[in-house]
């Protein structure tokens, strides 16, 4: 069972925006559905802006996990509850929509698949724990790793981040408080100041959208970065049903120029693989040699394209 808070645990937390009350907000039991709408609506609208706020800090700290992820390594998303969970989302889309491998990009949540769906109790403030999951990970100097906390203060994730970053790996902190607990621990902190929250201490709302945003520039951006799109296509998706085959079809057809068949057929012939069929047409070669292409390109499809067949 979970222990009470201390005096002191009481009024540290009073002090973080996000726990304080808006008093803009402090009727909205009495109001109507539109304007609760309009209103949270509102107050969602500030989060980009809190999100653009913190880019010089997010810059290096993609470069951090650009630089891990062009070497083999993995970018482990560490948290407790929403943070936890918003960490599991993203690691979960990077193998469909990247072609990543399962294990490249992956989530840790304090208290394990339990916790995906219900609260576990007590573990966020279990230091001990967050520290033995980043050791059964086995993280390493090939890692970055990515500690995410509202208040910026979670035992939990405060103890991994100083396990990760005490065995080499690159540590990035996502908080949304200032000058939080979680920056001194880590390389590179990253403070998205959202404010109160519409509801009082509700950090799935501003809170959850802010990390929401930024796990989505992180990993998006590190795939762009080691060449998992070509322009602003995602050519190394995994066409796993009848949507995805679509586009997949589609996308070898805009780069190439193709007919839907002659698409269709390639990608028949490279495993639905959209950068293998790509060079298979453009280079007139079968798929054996466009993937040995990829390869000496380390994945990159316009290097590919550009590298001679004999």
């Known amino acids: 069972m979970s222990q009470a808070p201390t005096r002191a645990t009481r009024?540290?937390?009073?002090?973080?925006?996000?726990?304080?009350?808006?008093?803009?907000?402090a009727q909205i039991d009495r109001l109507p559905t539109a304007e609760l709408a309009a209103l949270m609506n509102e107050a969602d609208s500030t989060v980009p802006g809190a999100v653009r706020d913190a880019i010089p800090a997010l810059v290096p700290a993609i470069d951090a996990v650009v630089d891990k992820l062009s070497a083999g390594g993995r970018l482990l998303y560490v948290g407790a509850g929403t943070p936890g969970r918003i960490g599991l989302?993203?690691?979960?889309?990077?193998?469909?929509?990247?072609?990543?491998?399962?294990?490249?990009v992956r989530g840790i949540i304090a208290g394990g698949p339990t916790a995906v769906t219900g609260a576990v109790e007590g573990v966020e403030d279990d230091a001990d724990a967050g520290a033995a999951d980043v050791a059964t990970a086995e993280v390493g100097p090939g890692d970055a790793v990515v500690g995410l906390t509202a208040s910026g203060r979670t035992p939990y994730v405060l103890a991994a981040l100083a396990e990760a970053r005490r065995r080499g790996a690159a540590t990035i902190g996502l908080s949304c408080n200032a000058e939080a607990e979680l920056s001194a621990v880590v390389e590179y902190p990253v403070e998205i100041a959202v404010g109160p929250e519409f509801v009082a201490g509700s950090t799935r709302l501003k809170a959850g959208t802010a990390q929401k945003l930024v796990l989505n520039m992180i990993s998006t951006i590190s795939m762009v970065r080691i060449g998992k799109t070509h322009g602003n296509l995602m050519v190394d998706l995994v066409a796993t049903n009848q949507k995805l085959q679509a586009r997949a079809i589609r996308m070898v057809q805009e780069i190439t120029g193709a007919t839907?068949?002659?698409?269709?057929?390639a990608l028949a012939g490279a495993g639905r693989h959209v950068k293998t069929a790509v060079v298979m047409i453009e280079r007139d070669v079968d798929a054996g040699t466009a993937r040995a292409l990829l390869d000496t390109a380390n994945g990159r499809l316009s290097a590919a394209l550009a590298l001679p067949t004999t």
């Open 89 to 104: 989302l993203d690691a979960a889309e990077c193998p469909p929509t990247f072609g990543t491998a399962p294990d490249q």
């Open 260 to 265: 839907p068949e002659v698409a269709e057929s």
């Open 11 to 25: 009024s540290d937390l009073a002090q973080l925006r996000t726990e304080q009350t808006d008093p803009r907000y």
